[in-house]
């Protein structure tokens, strides 16, 4: 019992956090800019630790389930985790591209980073590495056509008939999702799977994978209570960290790139791990499902807050935004359509995350 306590020790210490914070709340907004910031910082770091004993219990119920199961169980976690901050987050003065600026963020975090330093870092130790090619294609064109619905084509629509596009959005993401899941859990499940050699399969096991003795009950219990905590954890980071960063001239998007970053954390320990252990199937599953996920299930959800509310979101990605994205899904297309992975095409996508990173510092 008590080694199990200990286990879900990252849970106790967010409990801790989100105590203490609305505890000091309000001393804190009177102190300062720094201690602000400091706090703001903590728990952001509380709400990662409090992600990865999510992610841990979502891997627990994958083991059991399987691919192509168990990488969508992963992905639906994190971004159970991101809509959950999001909707905390724009319940208080937040920037109305924050949902946009998010998903996009995620995405470049997603195929850029995640599937970038896997591919290299994997391709570095293991040369070229095999995954099922079907996959990288399925989710590549669901992926811009998700995006491209919800992300592009608005700069287009009239303001006065946001809500009627709003509202087909909804309905456009539900029944490709509902299609995607369809075909992913039945007749084309094998798209998303891998059949490793047996030598494989023994030497290609990750070093750390979860005890799937755990009874499934538990990891699904401990996953309803991280969310919770997770969700009262960021409705005190949202206020602290926007009264820390106002008027310090930070860029625009760094909120949206935190709360992404918040939610792919888990999945980047997993994602290296695989690719460490030369299971490239995960990565790809992982990073590509991830995005699509946070696309297609982030978009109606938030969309429908903006009907509800009345308030529009700003959805439509910016020009910069939109090459981005563009040149990632060309490079992700190209990349993905051999059935192996290698090191140079992992460093094209993590130089385009680099580039990312620069252009969200100089506030593009």
Known sequence: MLLSLLKERFLFVGLAAAILAYA?????LEMGRLPVLIAAFALVAAIILVST???????????????????MILTLAAVLVEVVVLAIMMQGESSPT????????????????????AALLGGIRHGEQPYNDDSGKTYGVMILTAM??????????PRE???????FTIGAMIALYGVFLRMQVGPHSYFFSYAYPRAERKEGLPSKAPDDSEPATLSIVIIVIGVALIGALAEVMSVLLGAGLKGTGAPPALMA??????????????????????RMQSVVNIAMGASLSTVILTVPVMEAIALYTGQPFVMAMSPTQTVMVTITLIAAAINLNDGETNAIEGMTHFILFATFVMLTMIGL
């Open 161 to 167: 008939s946001w809500h009627v596009y709003s509202a």
């Open 257 to 278: 790139v935190i709360v992404a970053a918040i939610s792919a954390a888990p999945e980047i320990l997993t994602a290296l791990r695989a690719a460490l252990a030369n």
């Open 53 to 71: 004993r999510i992610a841990h219990h979502a891997e627990i119920l994958a083991s059991k389930v399987g691919d192509p199961y168990g990488t």
């Open 24 to 28: 000091t709340e309000h001393s804190l």
């Open 98 to 117: 924050l949902v946009r600026d998010t998903i996009y963020a995620a995405v470049m975090l997603d195929i850029n980073g995640i599937l970038g330093l």
């Open 148 to 157: 491209g619905i919800s992300m592009v084509v608005p700069e287009f629509v």
